[in-house]
């Protein structure tokens, strides 16, 4: 069986972590002897225009874990124009994914991945080729498309595809709530990079409760609050360390929160992080932490439970199916106290969590093996429509 991952956005040198839970999946397939391609298309952001492009703005092709990878990004030269951006990702994807064909074959299916625009590009391919979408924009939950044409093509695609499939049940619901004339969709969860398996989990040696936060330093990620609740969490409990890891348009403004909160030698901004980096400060601390407004998966929470932490999370979508009694703690979003009391009740049952038990669960539910299994099975299943 030959599968094409067509990913609306993908690792490459200038931008190596967006996008890597793809190219997991593409390496999980893989393993299990399945015949895998990955056409991508990034498009520069608006901040970046006028930086060099990726390899020159030309096709870049690649083998990583023999799997050949066709990556290029392109200008969002037309943001503004009505199906301006679709048109020219459209574009390049359909030259790309020719050149693919011409040296690897017509694959059996299309495995998109989100509508804007490797949807798009799968469906108004010539060859036809059968189709199946997995979405992940949490632009569909934050209201950012509901122009018209935007919905003229969603709707378009979502009437090609063979099967549409979302990250999460709260995700898969408000996307049926939307668009209920296609039907519901089926939820299959991200992966977890097995690499988080692999390092044992190890005991802590300072006295310290560490907490751990990662993402980007924006608004949506809510780490604001988060100081907040830490300031309030330290009257109680004064030996608790917050350690925030990611970068973005906020960060100079949270450090100087955090001096004027007075617990600037408490909290630690430690600037964007590499895997291997974002898993040994998994492993060196006690819990962690998202305070996200919205999510509709929440990939650094399952790798937080692959390295046995306990997490507390709010109830922003998609950590909704990933955390339970056994692995942490839910909480309402905007909610102060509850926040306060989540992070206190933490450092309370620090004891009653079980760190192997937590990862073991996490490997079920959510390891290239068990995701890509059901992966491999309903693409069995879409051959035979």
């Known amino acids: 069986m030959h599968i094409l991952l067509l990913p609306s956005w993908y690792p490459m040198e200038t931008r190596p972590l967006i996008g890597t839970f793809f190219q997991e ?12 391609g990955v056409v991508a298309v990034n498009q520069q952001p608006l901040k970046d225009i006028g930086k060099p492009l990726f390899n020159n703005g030309l096709v870049s092709k690649t083998v990583h874990n023999d799997i050949p990878t066709y990556i290029q990004e392109i200008r969002s030269w037309l943001p503004r124009i009505p199906y301006g951006n679709a048109f020219l990702s459209k574009r390049a994807f359909h030259r790309i994914i020719d050149l693919y064909i011409e040296e690897h074959g017509v694959p059996d299916i299309i495995h998109a991945h989100s509508v804007f625009f ?66 519901e969709w089926v939820t299959i969860p991200n992966i977890v990079d097995k690499r988080f398996f692999l390092k044992p989990i190890k005991s802590k040696e300072s006295s310290d409760l560490t907490f751990l936060n990662i993402g ?46 007075g617990i600037e030698e408490k909290v630690f901004f430690l600037g964007n992080l590499t895997r291997s980096q974002v898993q040994d400060h998994m492993l060196s601390s006690d819990f962690f932490v998202l305070n996200s407004n919205f999510e509709t998966f929440g990939v650094v929470l399952i790798e937080a439970l692959a390295s046995g932490l306990p997490v507390l999370s709010t109830k922003s979508g998609g950590p909704q199916d990933i955390i339970n009694d056994s692995n942490g703690i839910l909480v309402d979003n905007h909610d102060h106290d509850a926040l306060v009391d989540g992070l206190l009740t933490l450092c309370e049952n620090k004891n009653q969590y079980n760190k192997v038990h937590i990862r073991d669960d996490c490997y079920n539910r959510f390891s290239e093996e068990s995701v890509a299994r059901t992966l491999t099975n309903t693409y069995l299943k879409v051959l035979q429509v």
């Open 118 to 183: 490797g949807g798009y590009a799968a469906v108004t391919h010539k060859l036809k080729i059968k189709t199946i979408l997995t979405e992940h924009n949490s632009g569909f939950v934050r209201g950012r498309f509901n122009r018209g044409w935007q919905k003229n093509l969603v709707n378009s695609v979502l009437q090609k595809v063979l099967l549409k499939i979302s990250v999460s049940n709260f995700f898969s619901n408000a996307l049926w709530k939307q668009y209920p004339k296609h039907g």
């Open 216 to 261: 980007f330093l924006t608004p949506v990620k809510g780490q604001r609050s988060l100081l907040t609740a830490f300031a309030s969490l330290l009257n109680q409990v004064p030996n608790c360390i917050l350690n925030i890891g990611g970068d973005g348009p906020l960060k100079a403004e949270l450090i100087e929160y955090a001096r004027n909160l």
């Open 25 to 36: 999946q593409a390496s999980a397939l893989k393993s299990m002897e399945l015949k895998v």
